[in-house]
């Protein structure tokens, strides 16, 4: 099981960072990546990196501004957020697979998937 944390509410151009634990096993052999889904709107893809943590990957809405990185050791990837903007509200998902290769933000690459953080922002 995955389990996302770190989201809340959060000011217009303000940080935030977001981790993504497993329960149960151990993260070091999956790509991992973030989706995340706004109200009314369809799952997103927004990073992914891969297993060794050589290969990362951001949508074009976020680039420049997340920052995956991950923690084998902690068992844990992070996902920094700078400068956030209203329109980066949505519920925050991470999700692994131990096939995908970080070269496609598609979330039918990923089996095992967490229940989702919030992230809101707001002034």
């Known amino acids: 099981q995955l389990v996302e944390s ?8 303000g940080p935030l960072r977001l981790s993504c634990t497993a329960s149960g096993f151990t993260l070091d052999s999956y790509t991992i990546a973030w989706f995340r889904q706004a109200p009314g709107k369809e799952r997103e893809g927004v990073s992914c990196i891969s297993s060794s943590g050589d290969r990362t990957k951001y949508s074009a809405s976020v680039k420049g501004r997340f920052t995956v990185s991950r923690d084998n050791a902690k068992n844990t990837i992070y996902l920094q957020i700078t400068s956030l903007r209203p329109e980066d509200t949505a519920v925050y998902y991470c999700a692994a697979s131990d096939q995908a290769m970080c ?3 598609s979330q039918f690459l990923y089996d095992y998937w967490g229940q989702g953080t919030q992230v809101t922002v707001s002034s």
Not at 6 to 13: E, I, N, R
Request: proline share 9%.
């Open 103 to 105: 070269a496609m933000l």
């Open 6 to 13: 770190g989201g809340g509410l959060v000011h217009p151009g």
